[in-house]
């Protein structure tokens, strides 16, 4: 078809890059909304769990620890599935614009609360965040889509990274607006720490701090809402989904700036075709697309299992390996001020660069290869810090550090921006998103495996070190030995994932073809490995 012919073959120009930061900042907002809780959880402890008669400041219990960690996880499974779905329905354009509104409202909701107990604030709390984690769901597969539906075929790979790469970002923002919030706190009240002052050590004005951290959120998402509205449907939704070629003809005309010609004959004949008309459930889908996938729901489900506990409980490792002192040797906000520290460090240093290097390398050295490697270095390095993790903690936090920082260059320049690219580019037209939102869902369940299983084998084999309130769990070592076997698995599965470097996206799914039986071979045989 002549218009995504024309789409395909693109110089790379200005439209590709409005469409990147439009895209990406809305997952720079995902990013931040999601982890900016981890800079808050220790603060949200001290300030409505603290008995000033115990040597340690408060913790959240378990229970709220873990609903307020994992319930943005769970609406985001939720709102990946519902949006994915929507978003091929309705188009992507007019859910996008839902999915944002939701987010700013969220995101300003999640910082008042009702009531001042700490049930009424945690309640609320746990309530917004599931609302904003819904919006964020919706960001994941219409992102990508439109991402992938607006590239030319050479550089498609980098393109949806580069929207993925924002999340680096988002995450280093988040630590960026904390160091900034809780040094100008530190300035105005010079607080004892809570060993020599257990009362003295927090003021009730810290609880703006929290407060203005997470509604900073809403500021990236509210900024990009006009250019978001006045983006065109993708040709290729209003082409072979709708099935309106003038239409397509005409958005992408004024997008590319050079004429291009409705060939609805040709349209219908593609629409018409056979090979068009299976659905999701169908055996003809389990035929072409079953196995990929299967391939990328299990590789994502995995790698989101190692990534979340990974990025969610760094201040606890961080903690574990004296990094951060004690929690009796602080007050509250200067707490705050050493997490976030930390986390933006390991961010600047490894999170970031993996995300960039990936841009760099996909249309190179393929998706397959990124992801086959990334599984493999971070399967690696998990044994690399298990095995030998008592040596680690006792005499060289340093070099724990690092490794620990080459997981996350490697989970980033490798599986965890690839499960993202592929499942946008190799799935019909007519249920990309679904499949995406379907993908990206298997991979959230993973990120609620992790956060909350985690939370739970991570805590210390022997009884009188386990954290207030927790039953014992595996230790830290067995926990990153776990790690690594899930890891191990993510590189087998990869082995279902197609190659989809340099193809044009209605070859990737079938759709331009017509429907001899070699057809249906070639959908099928999309696949890196003889299956």
Known sequence: LGVLNALDVAKTQWY????????????????????????????????????????????????????????????????????????????????????????????????????????????????????????????????????SEYANKKTRGSFIAAVFAMQGFGIMAGGIVALIVSSAYDHKYDLPSYKDNPAGSKVDSLDYVWRIILMFGAVPAALTYYWRMKMPETARYTALVAKNAKQAASDMSKVLQVEVEAEEDKLQHMVESENQKYGLFSKEFAKRHGLHLVGTTVTWFLLDIAFYSQNLFQKDIFTAIGWIPPAQDMNAIHEVYRIARAQTLIALCSTVPGYWFTVAFIDIMGRFAIQLMGFFFMTVFMF????????????????????????????????????????????????????????????????????????????????????????????????????????????????????????SLEELSGENEDDGAEAIEMAGSARTVPV
């Open 16 to 147: 590709h890059f409005t469409a990147i930061v439009i895209a990406g900042m809305g997952f720079f907002t995902d990013a931040y909304d999601l982890f900016c809780i981890s800079l808050v959880t220790k603060l949200l402890g001290r300030l409505y769990y603290t008995d000033i008669t115990n040597p340690k400041p408060g913790v959240l219990p378990p229970n709220v620890q873990a609903a307020v960690t994992g319930v943005a996880l769970c609406g985001t499974l939720a709102g990946q599935l519902f949006f994915g779905w929507l978003g091929d329905k309705l188009g992507r354009k007019r859910v996008y614009g839902l999915t944002l509104m939701l987010m700013v409202l969220c995101s300003i909701a999640s910082g008042l609360s009702f009531g001042d107990t700490p049930k009424g604030v945690m309640a609320t709390l746990c309530f917004f965040r599931f609302w904003l984690g819904f919006g964020i769901g919706g960001d994941y597969p219409l992102s990508a889509t439109i991402m």
């Open 384 to 503: 690399a810090l298990a095995i030998p993790y008592n040596h680690w903690k006792n005499h060289n936090n340093i070099g724990f550090v690092v490794m620990y920082s080459f997981t996350f260059f490697f989970s980033n320049f490798g599986p965890n921006a690839t499960t993202f690219v592929v499942p946008a580019e190799i799935f019909p037209a007519r249920l990309r998103s679904t499949c995406h939102g379907i993908s990206a869902a298997a991979g959230k369940a993973g990120a609620i495996v992790g956060a909350f299983g985690f939370l739970y084998a991570a805590q210390s084999t022997n009884p009188d070190k386990v954290d207030h309130g927790y039953p014992t769990g595996i230790g830290v070592k067995n926990s990153l030995i776990v790690l690594g076997v899930i890891n191990f698995f993510g590189m087998v599965f990869t082995l279902l994932v197609p190659e989809s470097k340099g193809k």
